[in-house]
């Protein structure tokens, strides 16, 4: 129900600005531009699940060869007795869990493209112990919000544009991000435990939790000592070796168990394809909201009115001008990329806000995007509280995203 009061929100909020614009302004080509954006927003929304159909065809495929040949069952094992607690509702040994792992992991490491399929098929996996088949369940929320927060050890995409736009030292920013992603990650595993009543007090989860925490120190401070160079050759060579390892890992156990490796590719994939064509209207039907309320100028008003009060309470402004970064974040990925773009353009990416727009990029993931393809992909519609709670956990990580840029670079 959240998202459909959300969409009632942007559609009507985007309109009301407009006849704001036109009336007292005499803007009135501004109906023009959320006209175009609706049908550009929707054009996009097909193009992206489009081209998520190759990945998500091929990974599919990889998946149900992994099931057949039983490498999930294995997985689950390996994940069960720290996901068992923090899923208390599914079974220890439910292939879900494997594919929650194999997506989490695929997250920290910055493979978009390999994490999506693995979250689809885990949502597909978690919809056939759902009792109501239209409402989100327990484990489908608590999954979805660690997705939003979108804990990430190696943000390359975003040392990657830092370096086109002439940063000196392109990963200056690697500290702030990963630090400030483990925070929108923690909170929201611990906002939506609290929620549930989850027990998170005891010797697994925080065994765990303690060394995530140790081995992502650890991680930082390797990386601290890197050249860009040495960074960018390392992750790549990681993130390459990781996957092909586990795709050849997944094809050699069913070819042990004698499974026909072809035909439970080509079975995978066919259910790639139908997802990907199934998540079409939810994906447009976000894109064209969030399409409006940017056309409309309504982004611009909220940016302005937060300068206005924070320099009313005087205290310091710079941050402001970083603040369309983390608005767009949680509405769209491609927007935000845009804003941080923009952002280093027009500042330069070795400024304050050039910087802090980076970490705000790489602290957290795209919300509603996520929510609407993951929970379209299984057809949900009452999606609870997830989107408050992915909220709640994209604002302390941009909380946190800000707290760190002046910490380091201000």
């Known amino acids: 129900m959240a998202l459909n009061y959300i969409w009632i929100a942007f559609v009507l909020i985007a309109f009301v600005v407009a006849l704001v614009q036109m009336i007292f302004f005499g803007n009135a080509a501004i109906f023009n531009d959320i006209l175009q954006s609706i049908f550009g927003s929707a054009k996009s929304g097909f193009e992206i699940s489009l081209g998520l159909t190759g990945i998500l065809t091929f990974w599919m495929g990889i998946l149900k060869i992994a099931e057949s040949g039983g490498a999930m069952t294995v997985l689950s094992r390996i994940v069960a007795p720290f996901f068992s607690r923090i899923y208390p509702e599914l079974p220890k040994d439910h292939p879900a869990l494997s594919s929650i792992f194999l997506n989490m992991s695929a997250n920290m490491l910055g493979l978009d493209n390999a994490a999506t399929p693995m979250g689809l098929q885990a949502m597909k996996q978690m919809q056939e112990l759902n009792p109501k088949k239209d409402t989100a369940s327990n484990p489908m929320i608590m999954f979805l919000v660690l997705n939003t927060a979108g804990l990430v050890l190696v943000p390359m995409t975003v040392m990657m544009y830092r370096s086109q736009f002439g940063a000196v030292n392109p990963a200056d920013v690697f500290l702030p ?3 400030a992603t ?10 939506v435990a609290v929620i549930q009543k989850i027990n998170l007090f005891n010797r697994v989860v925080m065994g765990v939790l303690i060394s995530l925490v140790g081995f992502i120190i650890g991680l930082v ?57 199934g998540i079409i209207p939810y994906l447009v039907s976000i894109l064209v909201a969030i399409g409006m309320f940017r056309a409309s100028g309504a982004m611009d008003l909220l940016v302005d009115g937060i300068r206005y009060l924070v320099a009313a309470t005087g205290a310091n402004t710079d941050f402001v001008e970083a603040l369309p970064t983390a608005f767009m974040k949680p509405l769209s990925g491609s927007g935000a990329r845009g804003m941080m773009v ?9 400024s304050f806000v050039g910087r802090l727009s980076s970490i705000i990029q790489g602290s957290t993931d795209t919300t509603f995007y996520i929510l609407a393809v993951y929970f379209g992909s299984v057809k949900i519609t009452n999606t609870r509280y997830a989107v408050i709670a992915g909220l709640a956990a994209d ?3 941009i909380t946190a995203a800000i707290l760190l840029g002046y910490l380091f670079f201000h």
Request: aromatic share 16%; charged share 15%; glycine share 6%.
């Open 221 to 277: 401070y390797f990386f601290s000592r890197l050249s860009q160079e040495q960074i960018t050759a390392y992750s790549s060579f990681a993130a390459a070796f990781i996957i092909l390892s586990i795709i050849v890992a997944f094809v050699v156990m069913a070819a042990r168990k004698k499974i026909n490796v072809y035909s439970s590719f080509i079975e995978g994939a066919k259910d790639g394809f139908q997802v990907a064509v």
């Open 342 to 350: 923009e952002t280093m353009k027009e500042f330069g990416a070795d």
């Open 395 to 397: 604002f302390i990580g």
């Open 177 to 179: 991000i990963v630090v």
């Open 182 to 191: 483990l925070c929108a990650w923690l909170s929201g595993l611990i906002l």
